[in-house]
């Protein structure tokens, strides 16, 4: 197995891997229409990794209106909706570039923060957000179907200079 991936875009072909890696990794679900629907909506943050050519991760955001998490005003806010990598790829950095690029996605969509859900034993995720800058704003009691508390996490956009570096997605 190679170290080497490559970030780009979500395609329709993609779609059976996308849908295959978010069921083996993730309790939550939806049908291939949902992906399709994020897809058309918000094309330039809704990407996968490759490696060894074969789609092993992918992210998938919404943009969105609403009350901002840091100040009491409206902004466009960027959304995380899934986000997952294969289980023989973690721990080499995917996940965090994965996320690093879907966020320049959403500013182009002129996102001024982001936001995410995240159970809140989900330990991994939450210290890849944390060293993303996400911080804890909120648990949202019983969240998931299991009930399961969820952390809404979320950040502002443009703290470190990490993300002005896009940085090399070929690691
Ligand atoms: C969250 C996820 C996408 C991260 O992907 P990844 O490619 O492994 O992420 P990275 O390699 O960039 O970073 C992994 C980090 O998690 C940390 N980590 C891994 N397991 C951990 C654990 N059990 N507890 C705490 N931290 C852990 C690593 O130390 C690493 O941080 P570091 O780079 O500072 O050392 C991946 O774990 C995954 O697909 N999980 C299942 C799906 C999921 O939970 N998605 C998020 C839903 S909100």
């Known amino acids: ?11 329709r072909e993609d779609i059976r ?42 992210i998938m955001c919404r943009i969105e209106r609403g009350i901002s998490s840091f100040k009491k005003a409206p902004v466009k806010k960027g959304h995380i909706v899934s986000v997952a ?19 320049e996605g959403m500013r182009e969509y002129g996102a001024s923060e982001f936001f995410l859900e995240v159970r809140k034993t989900n330990e991994a995720a ?7 800058s996400f911080e804890i704003k909120r648990v949202l009691k019983g969240y998931y179907r299991d009930g399961e508390d969820a952390y809404l996490m979320a950040r502002q956009s443009g703290l470190d200079e990490e993300e002005s570096d896009t940085g090399e997605q070929t690691n």
């Open 1 to 11: 197995m190679s170290d080497d991936y490559t970030i780009r875009q979500f395609q």
């Open 17 to 58: 891997a996308v849908v295959n890696i978010n069921k083996s990794c993730l309790p939550e679900n939806y049908p291939d229409q949902f992906f399709l629907g994020l897809h058309h909506h918000a094309p330039k943050s809704f990407l996968v990794a490759e490696c060894d050519d074969e789609v092993c991760g992918y």
């Open 85 to 103: 990598v294969r289980h023989e790829y973690r721990n080499k950095g995917i996940g965090t570039q994965l996320i690093r690029a879907a966020i």
């Open 126 to 132: 939450i210290a890849v957000y944390e060293n993303l």
